[in-house]
């Protein structure tokens, strides 16, 4: 690198005719690759109701009070908190790089000197008239300095710096929210986890119970010498395998718990008396926010636009490589003053200076900041695979919920009819085997469709709650790019990311 100094007249010819010459950069908006329309039909028309807050839709305020707990503790939420504060400082340190710098000194020395002796060569001070060997008066010296250095940004660098750093801000922003849409979904789901399966806890146990009565009577029966011992030997073995069924079901839910401790970091025994007050399946969640085409939902997507933001920022990097690799213009200047108290006597001095005007030009670096470029791009173009590959996923992931949604409400009817069936075939069942026309085998056949039929209508109603709750996920949980929320009305219930 070498450094070449201009009279100040060149100097600012050179800068009037260089300055504002930006690199060009790579698209900072590539294309997004997504389908015409959506392949999997749309629930209800895809009806649009705002998605902010969509947790409160199913009108359980504790599920409202879980999910608002998780995000406050949230370990994913802070630390995109943390990662927003520090995109915020490297923007404020950016954008200070465009400006000049100022810096200020204040210096104070006091001393005397020595006189020399005589025929001796020691220095003479001020004042040095006195007798020879004599010492002087002490001397204070005090000096000031504000200093200025601005570099120039003629090709563009440091403006590319405060773009990436400013795009880098947004989609930290983004990605808060993503954090806390993830929560809410995490929280949400685990809680209906838990409802589910208190109600397969409760299948399960009249399931036992039913087995049990079966076991008594059959073990009653078998002691008035009517039925064999075997017989009431598999009847017991069927209670005792309804009653570990019951055990496994009741662990399964307390882990549930334990999971949502976890998550909210409520206490466990008012979370318990809470969930006593028992379930209904929420209804009315139906009107959905489903976009209308697949490209509207890169705008209901933080992560997407996160991802976007990121080829933003790659891009402005690869203008500021780029820009590293042309001639730098630097100019600096000072103002300074000095105050010297000797004897009593004061004498002040000013001194101001403008320059040097300051090119430095790339010589030999071995290829470093060429190799420096590469990176940039190839960063870049990684960003564009991931932003792809982020928008498509995004759309699969819609078109799985819709997929799932609409397979679960289509199965729920059916799976009623056969709950219902199987109830009218057990029962009878049940009443020729104490009649005797029937045997246990048969009635515990039938048992065993039942307690299938059961399960697997419960199972539903969980899958159908989880769709919803995918599908919210997947339509970004009513976030909204910050160009469409400020063309938008302001909604109090709008999540602000912090400042």
């Given at each position: 690198?070498?450094?070449?100094?201009?009279?100040?007249?060149g100097g600012l010819a050179l800068l009037l005719s260089l300055a504002g010459c930006a690199l060009p950069r790579p698209p900072a908006?590539?294309?997004?690759?997504?389908?015409?329309?959506?392949?999997?039909?749309?629930?209800?028309?895809?009806?649009?109701?705002?998605?902010?807050?969509?947790?409160?839709?199913?009108?359980?305020?504790?599920?409202?009070?879980?999910?608002?707990?998780?995000?406050?503790?949230?370990?994913?939420?802070?630390?995109?908190?943390?990662?927003?504060?520090?995109?915020?400082?490297?923007?404020?340190?950016?954008?200070?790089a465009l400006l000049p710098s100022l810096d200020t000194s204040v210096a104070i020395v006091r001393g005397n000197t020595q006189a020399?002796?005589?025929?001796?060569?020691?220095?003479?001070?001020?004042?040095?008239?006195?007798?020879?060997?004599?010492?002087?008066?002490?001397?204070?010296?005090?000096?000031?300095?504000?200093?200025?250095?601005?570099?120039?940004?003629?090709?563009?660098?440091?403006?590319?710096?405060?773009?990436?750093?400013?795009?880098?801000?947004?989609?930290?922003?983004?990605?808060?929210?993503?954090?806390?849409?993830?929560?809410?979904?995490?929280?949400?789901?685990s809680y209906v986890d838990l409802r589910v399966c208190e109600r397969q806890l409760e299948v399960a146990r009249n399931d036992a119970?039913?087995?049990?009565?079966?076991?008594?009577?059959?073990?009653?029966?078998?002691?008035?010498?009517?039925?064999?011992?075997?017989?009431?030997?598999?009847?017991?073995?069927?209670?005792?395998?309804?009653?570990?069924?019951?055990?496994?079901?009741?662990?399964?839910?307390?882990?549930?718990?334990?999971?949502?401790?976890?998550?909210?970091?409520?206490?466990?025994?008012?979370?318990?008396?809470?969930?006593?007050?028992?379930?209904?399946?929420?209804?009315?969640?139906?009107?959905?926010?489903?976009?209308?085409?697949?490209?509207?939902?890169?705008?209901?997507?933080?992560?997407?636009?996160?991802?976007?933001?990121?080829?933003?920022?790659?891009?402005?990097?690869?203008?500021?490589?780029?820009?590293?690799?042309?001639?730098?213009?630097?100019?600096?200047?000072?103002?300074?003053?000095?105050?010297?108290?000797?004897?009593?006597?004061?004498?002040?001095?000013?001194?101001?200076?403008?320059?040097?005007?300051?090119?430095?030009?790339?010589?030999?670096?071995?290829?470093?900041?060429?190799?420096?470029?590469?990176?940039?791009?190839?960063?870049?173009?990684?960003?564009?695979?991931?932003?792809?590959?982020?928008?498509?996923?995004?759309?699969?992931?819609?078109?799985?919920?819709?997929?799932?949604?609409?397979?679960?409400?289509?199965?729920?009817?059916?799976?009623?009819?056969?709950?219902?069936?199987?109830?009218?075939?057990?029962?009878?069942?049940?009443?020729?085997?104490?009649?005797?026309?029937?045997?246990?085998?048969?009635?515990?056949?039938?048992?065993?469709?039942?307690?299938?039929?059961?399960?697997?209508?419960?199972?539903?109603?969980?899958?159908?709650?989880?769709?919803?709750?995918?599908?919210?996920?997947?339509?970004?949980?009513?976030?909204?790019?910050?160009?469409?929320?400020?063309?938008?009305?302001?909604?109090?219930?709008?999540?602000?990311?912090?400042?």
């Amino acid at each position: 690198m070498t450094h070449t100094r201009f009279p100040a007249a060149g100097g600012l010819a050179l800068l009037l005719s260089l300055a504002g010459c930006a690199l060009p950069r790579p698209p900072a908006a590539p294309d997004a690759p997504e389908p015409a329309r959506w392949q999997a039909p749309l629930p209800h028309g895809g009806k649009v109701t705002d998605l902010t807050r969509w947790w409160t839709q199913f009108g359980d305020p504790l599920l409202v009070d879980l999910v608002e707990a998780a995000q406050t503790v949230s370990p994913t939420v802070a630390t995109a908190g943390t990662r927003i504060a520090e995109a915020r400082a490297n923007r404020v340190a950016a954008r200070a790089a465009l400006l000049p710098s100022l810096d200020t000194s204040v210096a104070i020395v006091r001393g005397n000197t020595q006189a020399g002796a005589p025929g001796g060569g020691g220095a003479v001070g001020a004042g040095a008239a006195g007798a020879p060997g004599a010492a002087l008066p002490p001397t204070t010296i005090t000096q000031s300095n504000l200093q200025a250095a601005w570099e120039i940004d003629l090709f563009g660098g440091r403006q590319a710096q405060a773009d990436a750093a400013a795009a880098r801000l947004r989609g930290a922003q983004a990605g808060w929210h993503d954090a806390r849409v993830a929560v809410a979904a995490e929280t949400a789901t685990s809680y209906v986890d838990l409802r589910v399966c208190e109600r397969q806890l409760e299948v399960a146990r009249n399931d036992a119970r039913s087995r049990a009565e079966s076991a008594r009577l059959t073990g009653l029966s078998a002691d008035a010498g009517f039925t064999a011992p075997a017989v009431a030997a598999q009847a017991r073995a069927s209670a005792a395998e309804a009653s570990a069924r019951v055990t496994q079901q009741q662990a399964q839910c307390d882990l549930t718990v334990k999971a949502l401790i976890a998550l909210t970091g409520l206490d466990e025994a008012a979370l318990r008396r809470r969930l006593e007050a028992g379930w209904t399946e929420p209804s009315g969640i139906a009107a959905g926010a489903i976009p209308s085409l697949p490209a509207a939902l890169l705008a209901q997507r933080p992560d997407v636009y996160a991802a976007e933001r990121n080829v933003e920022a790659a891009s402005a990097d690869v203008g500021a490589a780029r820009a590293d690799l042309y001639p730098r213009l630097s100019l600096s200047g000072q103002l300074g003053s000095a105050l010297i108290h000797v004897a009593g006597q004061n004498l002040s001095a000013r001194t101001w200076q403008i320059g040097p005007l300051a090119l430095s030009m790339p010589v030999f670096d071995a290829g470093r900041r060429a190799a420096a470029t590469d990176a940039a791009v190839a960063r870049y173009e990684e960003a564009v695979v991931q932003y792809e590959a982020r928008v498509r996923q995004a759309v699969r992931e819609v078109e799985e919920a819709l997929v799932n949604l609409r397979s679960a409400d289509d199965r729920s009817d059916d799976a009623r009819i056969a709950v219902e069936g199987y109830r009218v075939s057990f029962a009878a069942a049940e009443a020729r085997y104490r009649s005797g026309l029937g045997s246990l085998i048969e009635l515990e056949d039938q048992r065993r469709v039942l307690l299938a039929a059961e399960t697997t209508l419960v199972g539903l109603q969980r899958d159908r709650v989880a769709a919803w709750i995918a599908l919210y996920r997947a339509l970004g949980g009513g976030w909204r790019t910050p160009e469409t929320s400020t063309a938008r009305s302001a909604n109090p219930n709008d999540e602000e990311a912090p400042r």
